[in-house]
Structures are given as C-alpha cells and as structure tokens.
C-alpha cells in the first residue's frame, strides 16, 4: 500500500559515492606512484611495482569482461564503479610505464615515446571504453608530448610563452583538436567527445594567438585580425551550441585581445602622454559597459 | 525590505542569467567601478591629494554604487545576476575602506559595521555570500567582545565560539519554517552550512592548540599537549561522525555532506599529531580503504534499502556534470609535465600520476 508513497522518498547517494569513488582513486594512485619512487633501492619496490602491475591488469580486465559492446555513438557505463576502475587502470599503467622508463630506460630518447605511448594508451582507452576523464587525459598528454602543459592550472603558469616554437605548437595543436571535435560531431563517431576536444582547442588556440600578438611584433595587426575571427567561428558555435560557457571564453579573450591592441596603439604606436592615462580609463569603462549589453543581450538570444 | 516585489519573486519574472554570463557580468562591474573610481581619483586630485581626500571619495562611490545597485535592482529586476553580486560587494569594500582610512577603527567596531551591512545586503536582496558574511562576522563580534574580558576569556573562547554557533546552528534551521523568512531560504542553507563547519572547527585540536598558540602565546612547545585536550580530541572524532550519522538517519543531504568534507579535516588533524606514517603510505591506504568501502555501499544498496541507493533518481539528470568531471579528472591526475621547447616532439617528462623528473 504504501508503495507509492515511498518512491519520491528514496535518497540517491549517487554524487556521495561517485565523489568517494574519485578521491579514492585519486588517493591510491598518487600514493603508489610516490612510493614507488621513494623505495627504489629497497626490495619492497619489486613489490610495489608489480601491485602497480597487477591493479592496471585487473582493472583492464575487469572492464573488459563488463563493458557494454562497442559503439560510436555514447556507450552508457555498465555500472558506476566501472568509470572508476577504468581510471584506476588506465593510471596505474602509466604509472607502470612511467617507472619502467625511469629505472630502466626502456624506451630509450628516441621520440618522445615515454609520453606517446602513455597517450596513445589513454586515446585508445578513452575511445574503446567510452570515457571523457580519460580522453581529457590524453589531450593532456598529447600537448605534454608536443612540450605544452595544458592541463587547467598550468597553461598559464607552466608554460614560457616567449618561445616562438612554442606558441606556433600551441597555436597548430589548437586547430587540431578543434578540427577534431568537428570530425567526432560530423561523422558521429563519439559524438559526444566534441565539447572536450572543442573546449581544450579553444584555450590553446586563444593563448596561443594572444602570446603571438605580443612576440611577434611585426605581424601583430594580422594576429590581432586572426583572433577576432576565431573569435567569431566560436561567437557562432556558441550560438549553435547554445553554449553559455563558450559564450563568456571567447567574449573574455577578444576582449583581452582588443583592449591590448588599444593600449598597444594608444602608447606604443601615437606615443600619448598622462592624456593617454585618461583616455584608457575612459576606453575600459566605456567597453565594459558595451559588453554588459552585449552579454544580457546573448543571454536572452541564447536562452530561446 | 526586500527589494523586489512578491509577485515578481513569486512568478520568477527576476533577471537571473545563467551562471557563465553571471560571472561574465560581475567581471565587467568590477571593471567600470574600479576604473570609474581611478578616473574620478584622476580628475580630482591630480595636484595633491591627501588621505582624507581618498576617503571621501570611496565613501562617495560607496553611495554611487548603492544608488546604482538598487536602480539595476528595482527597476531592471537583477537578481543573482553578477551585476548586483558586484554593486554589493563594491559598495561594502568602498565603505569599509573609506571609514578605515579615515581613521582608526577597531576590529570590533569593523566586525559590527560589517555585520549590519552584510545583514541588510542580505534582507534586502537575498544574497547568499551576504549572508555568509553576517554570519561570520556575527562570530566575530562575539570573539572581539569576549576577549576583552581578560585571561579567562582566552581560555574558553574555544566554548564561547562553540556554544554560540550550535545556538545559531539550530535557530537558524528552525528559522526555514517561518513564512517571513520565504524568500531567503538559500541563505539559510548557507548559513546551516557555515555554522556546521564553524562548530566543528572550534572544537578542533589542530585549532585549537595552534591558534592558541599563534594569538594568545598559550606557549606550548611541539608534542606538548594542551589543557582538555582530550576534549578536543572527542569535538574532533565527534562532530563529523555526529553530522553523518544525523545525515544518514534524517536523510538529511546537506548534514551528510558537510559531515564527509570534514570527515577530511578530520583525518587530516588526527594523521598531523599521531601517525608517523609517510603521507603516500597513507594517501594508499586511505584510497584503497575509500574504493573498498565504496564497492561494500554499491554491492549493500543493490536493491535500495532504508530509503537510499547509490543510483539516479529518474528525472534528476544532470546534463554538464560529465564535462566538468572530465576537466576536474584532467586537472588533478595526470599533470604530465611539459617538455623544455628544446625538446619538442620528443620531450615532456613522465606522464601519469606521481612520475616526475626528467629522463
């Protein structure tokens, strides 16, 4: 009798445990990655390194024997664990790999291959198992690979943007990945990958053009050009996507760019004196207001 | 004293855009109020200017950003929009900073100026993070007036802040059923959240012990102990394990939750006394323990149980959680290291967590 009663009752403990699960995970591999660097000349470490072993082969096949048949399309995750203990796996074996190259350099200099095969591990994980962490992950290995951090913090913190090569890497690498959301959307295979891919192309393509801006002084107006219309491809994705969050990246960015090329025209290029102090004080206060309009009014043409 | 009107509270007719062109909005106020401020400063006093002069003028602004906020609030109906989050912080720090450089104020006096402005940011337009601010500085008042009472204050201030924050702990849970209070029902969850932590966070050794160092000069030396100590150590085991198991029994999300977060400060302040375990050690053993215990939840709750389970509950999807998922993963595992430019394509050092230095 009561049966309806107790349905809109029941309490989902869904985020608890998926929290729990994550910081677990995060926990046991940061751990065991330490600690295996820490007792390298003590037996123990033969020990640690094959648990490290044994927790990635596990973990792979566990997902193997439980994952659902493989699709292009998203595939749903068999059960909640599962995400995680693909997570574990997929980390525990690049710990695994990381440690064999460190010790005993197996995969000698050649290439890169201690960070290509990493990556090349976690794009395959990533598309076989259906998982956006692990795909986030591989981005993030495939720019470490081509020599650029750019995991959410460190883009802007890790990175020496007064390099040429390294600008020009993150620049082509920013159009790779945009090129390759597009690919996933228009042939359907992994639609859903899109944003991830999408979303690191946009900050690496931006940051990379805007460190241009200022290294390469000769081209700057052409630079300043090329943001703007990046600018606009992701003003009309946003439109597409009805994306707010793309929306706010690209306003903020051109809105960077542009105030740095006024700046730059204003003292660098007419010279002006404490007039020019005002004048920039009036331009920021003048275009900040500009875009408040301009963001309430996206607000209400993307909500429709 | 609130701002907007109630059918318009009522009918959701607010100005409350997502959450991206909110902070978009804030950015950008911040923006035209601080640089209005420079030019104003600019134009002014470009001769001499003085302290006094500074003053005035923040105060000014204060008044400028108020007017401001309610036009935006009353007529253009902004809520939660960035626009008003901003006029309010701006004018609070405008205020705030004129009166100090005016002249001296003390910290009593500034936690009362603060609290009554927080309180009526609060009321009047239902901000959240105000009413966090009143609360904590309603905390402060207590300890600035408390500490004047000489040595014996010192001593139980733990006590005071303690005691004062249950009481408004449970006033303020029993405040949501009051029918006036309708239309700040998020402030008060804030606030629950604020004066939960607060509670814990007096009676915890880790506090305690050093803050009573710090400020006081209580003088106790590394592997001392410190007087009721053994109280401390029952607030610090106790109080998460009370919030959780008070959480899980009333199905109470927001206790459970609180009661988990410091379940980590918890075992933070227990490892930061006792164990001389090295912290990767213990970083395995508490992920292993976690997954464990998880996979028991999992494998308990298969069919739901006592009302709970571990799976969605139809029509409560949340449509961006995965994305933000997959940047948090990207953020905190890996962190592979970028190679030296001179190195490129065939550089970066260990991917994956934990390997670093270069090969």
Redesign the interface.
């Known amino acids: 009798m009561e049966q309806p009663l107790q349905q809109p009752s029941l309490f989902s403990l869904k985020w608890e445990i998926r929290t729990m699960l994550y910081a677990g995970v995060l926990l046991l591999t940061t751990g065991l990655g330490v600690l295996v660097y820490k007792n390298i000349d003590t037996i123990g470490h033969q020990a640690i390194l094959a648990f490290i072993a044994l927790l990635g082969i596990g973990s792979y096949y566990y997902c193997l024997k439980h994952k659902t048949p493989f699709t292009t399309e998203k595939a749903e995750s068999p059960n909640m664990a599962y995400d995680y203990i693909l997570l574990l796996g997929s980390l525990s074996m690049i710990t695994f790999i990381g440690y064999l190259q460190f010790q005993y350099n197996v995969f000698g200099n050649r290439f890169g291959l201690v960070t290509f095969i990493p990556m090349v591990i976690l794009f395959f994980t990533a598309y076989y198992f259906d998982h956006l962490g692990i795909l986030s992950l591989a981005i993030t290995n495939l720019a470490a690979w081509a020599g650029i951090a750019a995991t959410p913090q460190t883009l802007f913190t890790q990175n020496d943007f007064s390099s040429g090569i390294l600008i020009l890497t993150a620049i082509v690498l920013g159009i790779l990945l945009i090129i390759m959301g597009i690919f996933s959307r228009k042939k359907n295979i992994k639609a859903h990958f899109d944003f991830t891919y999408t979303n690191f192309g946009l900050h690496l393509l931006f940051v990379g053009c805007f460190a241009a801006m200022f290294e390469f002084e000769p081209i700057q107006l052409l630079v300043f050009a090329a943001i703007i219309a990046i600018g606009y491809y992701f003003f009309l994705e946003a439109k597409r996507r009805k994306s707010f969050y793309i929306l706010l990246m690209t306003t903020l960015y051109c809105y960077v760019a542009i105030s740095a090329e006024v700046m730059y025209l204003l003292f660098n290029f007419l010279r002006a004196d404490v007039g020019g102090v005002y004048l920039s004080f009036m331009y920021y206060i003048v275009s900040s207001v500009l875009l408040v309009i301009f963001l309430i009014r996206m607000n209400k043409n993307l909500k429709s | 004293m609130i701002a907007y009107s109630q059918a318009d509270m009522d009918n959701q007719k607010l100005y409350s855009?997502?959450?991206?062109?909110r902070?978009?909005?804030f950015?950008?106020?911040v923006?035209?109020t601080g640089?209005?401020l420079?030019?104003f400063s600019?134009?002014v006093f470009s001769a001499d200017g003085g302290e006094n002069a500074f003053a005035v003028t923040c105060i000014f602004f204060a008044i400028l950003t108020y007017v401001a906020l309610e036009v935006m609030v009353t007529s253009k109906k902004h809520f939660n929009s960035g626009?008003d989050d901003a006029l309010m912080w701006m004018t609070a720090i405008f205020f705030l900073s004129g009166l100090n450089i005016m002249s001296t104020f003390s910290m009593l006096a500034n936690s009362v100026i603060c609290f009554l402005l927080a309180m009526f940011f609060a009321a009047r337009f239902r901000a959240v993070a105000m009413s966090a601010v009143a609360g904590i500085s309603l905390l402060a008042i207590f300890f600035f007036t408390y500490i004047r009472m000489g040595e014996m204050a010192k001593l139980t201030m733990p006590f005071l802040i303690l005691i004062a924050s249950a009481i408004l702990y449970f006033t303020v849970t029993a405040a949501k059923k009051i029918t006036l209070l309708k239309y700040h029902l998020s402030c008060l969850v804030v606030l629950r959240i604020l004066f939960l932590i607060t509670i814990f966070i007096s009676g915890n050794y880790f506090i305690v012990r050093e803050a009573g160092n710090e400020f006081f000069d209580a003088g106790l030396i590394p592997g001392q102990a410190m007087p009721f100590g053994w109280l401390f150590w029952t607030f610090t085991y106790g109080f998460p394990l009370l919030y959780i198991v008070a959480g899980t029994m009333r199905?109470d999300?927001l206790l459970?939750?609180v009661g988990?977060l410091l379940l980590i400060a918890m075992v933070l302040t227990v490892r930061y006394y006792h164990f001389g375990l090295?912290?990767?050690?213990?970083?395995?053993?508490?992920?292993?323990?976690?997954?464990a215990?998880?996979?028991f939840?999992?494998r308990y709750?298969k069919q739901?149980r006592h009302?709970?389970?571990?799976?969605?509950?139809e029509g409560?999807k949340d449509e961006d959680a995965?994305?933000l998922?997959?940047?948090?993963?990207?953020?905190?595992?890996?962190?592979?290291?970028?190679?030296?430019?001179a190195?490129?394509?065939?550089?970066?050092?260990?991917?994956?967590?934990?390997?670093?230095?270069e090969?």
Do not use: D
């Open positions: 855009p997502n959450i991206f062109i902070i978009g909005l950015i950008l106020t923006i035209i640089f209005s420079g030019l600019l134009v626009v199905k999300r459970l939750r988990l090295p912290i990767e050690t213990f970083m395995v053993l508490a992920g292993g323990g976690l997954i215990f998880c996979v939840l999992m709750l739901p009302g709970f389970t571990f799976k969605e509950i409560q995965p994305h998922e997959a940047l948090i993963i990207a953020g905190t595992f890996a962190a592979p290291q970028a190679a030296s430019p190195t490129q394509f065939g550089g970066g050092s260990g991917g994956g967590a934990g390997a670093s230095g090969f």
